[in-house]
């Protein structure tokens, strides 16, 4: 499946295919019980909101992927603008306390190859990526810095590794975000980004696209230009379903991209 819909269940509005045997979404900020600035779900604990409510609003997004029976494995990682990958196997219990310690000290994408093990990462700008194979997933923070030293692509070798699979087999999506035609950086990023994604950069402008730059990296990989599919979602122009850090002055919730693969 490579177009993905908007699906709305018991309030909970999230882009992407919940019905797959990976089961995946970008959420949107809406059907949740977080009080303004966080209005209404905000999945993020690092942000001031208060931490019933995001628990809570987790829990509604697993139940809209029918996936609450296994909130207890829920993966969250202290993201970090960085490029760790952390990788789990199975849901032993013992290595999910492992791969937890490893992400509370910072993780950007984790490779998951174990069913009943949701993964969540969140958002406001940053682009999310999600990587499908038949027999696992990853989810990827990808800000400009994971951008610039190609998270995404690693993820998806990474993921590729896992599964003995070729690359070329995997299908990426790329969420809501803020698009290129509206993140204007400095002079010296774009340089940054012109020498190594060259098609990332507007020449004679300072507007960056990550996108572009994300689905470089991916390709680099070996996953194929035809399998990487981007909603073109803008967060600071569509604050009304998104979070946007530079849309709403720094203080805001975080939507999620979020999957779980079914046994």
Known sequence: MRSLARVERDGIAMVGNLDGRVAFGFTERTGGVSEPPYGSLNLGAHVGDDPAAVAENRRRV??????VEYSCNLLVPNQVHGDEVAVVHTADAEELG??????????????????????????????PVVIIGEH????????????????AGKAARMLAGELSCDP??????IGPHILGSEYEVSAELID??????????RPGSRL?????AIRASLVEAGVGE????????????GTDRFYSYRGEGGTCGRHGAVAVMRP
């Open 98 to 127: 492992h791969v937890r310690t490893q992400i509370s000290e910072g993780a950007d994408a984790i490779v998951c190859l174990a069913s009943g093990v949701p993964v969540l990462l969140c958002f406001a700008d940053c682009v």
């Open 192 to 201: 940054k980004f012109a020498e190594l994604y060259p098609a990332s950069v």
């Open 136 to 151: 696992g997933f990853a989810v990827v923070h990808s800000g400009w810095k994971g951008t610039y030293a190609g998270i």
């Open 208 to 212: 960056l696209d990550l996108s572009a």
């Open 62 to 67: 697993l139940a809209a992927l029918d996936a």
């Open 226 to 237: 035809q399998s990487v599919f981007d909603t073109g979602l803008s967060t600071l122009s």
């Open 168 to 173: 070329a087999t995997l299908k990426a999506y």
